[in-house]
């Protein structure tokens, strides 16, 4: 009987391919199949990162996953992405499945993670977050002594999003994209539009750094995080 | 002239050397000059999880600091440290600090960075925190869609705490040491003792993991983390 292989998930980080770990690098450099989310049919924020470490003669498996604010096709995708990568751990042959950031910090790893964690081996390589690429980028301390930090995704209402401001000392709003002009306003409301900060694509090429208050648009790109010293 | 050093904050992850980044790696086998805390006098946690990537003829400068209740001390030693690192910078010379986890999350790296970021060129390599290596360790997926995720250090006082805990999806609360019945007290009149656990040196050779419900004693190291899910 064949002993089934590992799903290993494993963070790329920010965007800086220097920014993945020497595990993960080790892990993709020696893979035999690589997978990886592409969503809405464009290319893979996570492969494009991983490329440069990409050995040429893995198999790779991209899911094609649907982002629409229903779930259902989503989930459709992550049930055939797990089972096509189920197939190759039953074959015996370990599947290295590329995350952005940190499998498990907001990321669609999770969804694959569950359908399989059941029935194969699975280790969890952790890596570094926007969040901390924020900073670093900003070269702003996130947090120090007995700061309280919050991690606020954009998608929270107005409400909650100025109770939560209210009670910590930085917070990172994240998923920004089309939420821009409602978290602007509670900042405003807040007085901390000066304390805050918008990073676009942290650490990638088409990195973009802007004070909030410089900003006219409505919308900012999905993968924009503000960084709020409260 | 001579063209000034950079000082290079290098996060080096929570404990596992492959933890490291590849641009941590790059820069630290290339380093002449090596910096790090040391606390108490013990030895560096930064400098053993980096070991073995260590250049055999590096110099390198340790900072003795005196972790105590009163803050002057450790200033003091701040001082003397940055001091003794610009001299490295003016002379040309680049210097690589090393730092556990992050350097800007809760980390004594922005110390010395306050001190002479103004002088001298300084550029942080982000690291993968603490908190994304208990999540990997548990295999428990740390926060996901609308989740709001907060880091709250066990200094908080109860109410602090059992406030900041109603309104979350998870919560890491850090460094736990001589706070854990106050910590395990909260828990436990919210009813969420049974969703935390705490892990101690997330990813280093002596890691524990334990139910909090399970744990008798009145204290846990310092470099514990508990990891709740609401």
Same mark, same amino acid.
């Given at each position: 009987?064949?002993?089934?292989?590992?799903?290993?998930?494993?963070?790329?980080?920010? +965007?800086?391919?220097?920014?993945?770990?020497? #595990?993960?690098?080790? /892990?993709?450099?020696?893979?035999?199949?690589?997978?990886?989310?592409?969503?809405?049919?464009?290319?893979?924020?996570?492969?494009?990162?991983?490329?440069?470490?990409?050995?040429?003669?893995?198999?790779?498996?991209?899911?094609?996953?649907?982002?629409?604010?229903?779930?259902?096709?989503?989930?459709?995708?992550?049930? /055939?992405?797990?089972?096509?990568?189920?197939?190759?751990?039953?074959?015996?042959?370990?599947?290295?499945?590329?995350?952005?950031?940190?499998?498990? $910090?907001?990321? &669609? $790893?999770?969804?694959?993670?569950?359908?399989?964690?059941?029935?194969?081996?699975?280790?969890?390589?952790?890596?570094?977050?926007?969040?901390?690429?924020?900073?670093?980028?900003?070269?702003?301390?996130?947090?120090?002594?007995?700061?309280?930090?919050?991690?606020?995704?954009?998608?929270?209402?107005?409400?909650?999003?100025?109770?939560?401001?209210?009670?910590?000392?930085?917070?990172?709003?994240?998923?920004? +994209?089309?939420?821009?002009?409602?978290? #602007?306003?509670?900042?405003?409301?807040?007085?901390?539009?000066?304390?805050?900060?918008?990073?676009? #694509?942290?650490?990638?090429?088409?990195?973009?750094?802007?004070?909030?208050?410089?900003?006219?648009?409505? &919308?900012?790109?999905? $993968?924009?995080?503000?960084?709020? #010293?409260?």
């Amino acid at each position: 009987m064949t002993t089934p292989g590992t799903l290993y998930g494993v963070g790329v980080g920010p +965007g800086d391919p220097e920014l993945m770990t020497v #595990k993960a690098w080790r /892990l993709l450099a020696t893979a035999k199949v690589i997978a990886y989310l592409a969503a809405n049919g464009s290319d893979s924020t996570a492969r494009s990162i991983a490329a440069p470490f990409l050995p040429d003669d893995a198999q790779e498996i991209s899911i094609d996953v649907p982002m629409r604010t229903e779930r259902e096709p989503a989930q459709a995708a992550y049930d /055939l992405g797990a089972a096509e990568i189920a197939t190759h751990l039953a074959r015996g042959h370990d599947v290295v499945m590329l995350c952005e950031g940190d499998p498990f $910090f907001y990321g &669609s $790893f999770m969804y694959v993670f569950e359908r399989l964690a059941g029935s194969f081996d699975c280790v969890v390589v952790p890596g570094v977050t926007s969040v901390a690429a924020c900073a670093a980028e900003l070269r702003q301390p996130l947090c120090r002594r007995d700061d309280v930090l919050k991690v606020l995704p954009a998608t929270l209402d107005a409400d909650r999003l100025r109770d939560e401001l209210l009670t910590c000392q930085t917070a990172a709003i994240i998923k920004v +994209g089309r939420h821009f002009q409602k978290v #602007k306003q509670v900042l405003s409301a807040l007085d901390l539009i000066t304390h805050a900060t918008a990073i676009t #694509k942290a650490t990638q090429q088409d990195q973009a750094i802007q004070p909030v208050e410089a900003i006219a648009s409505d &919308s900012l790109p999905y $993968f924009t995080t503000i960084i709020v #010293k409260v």
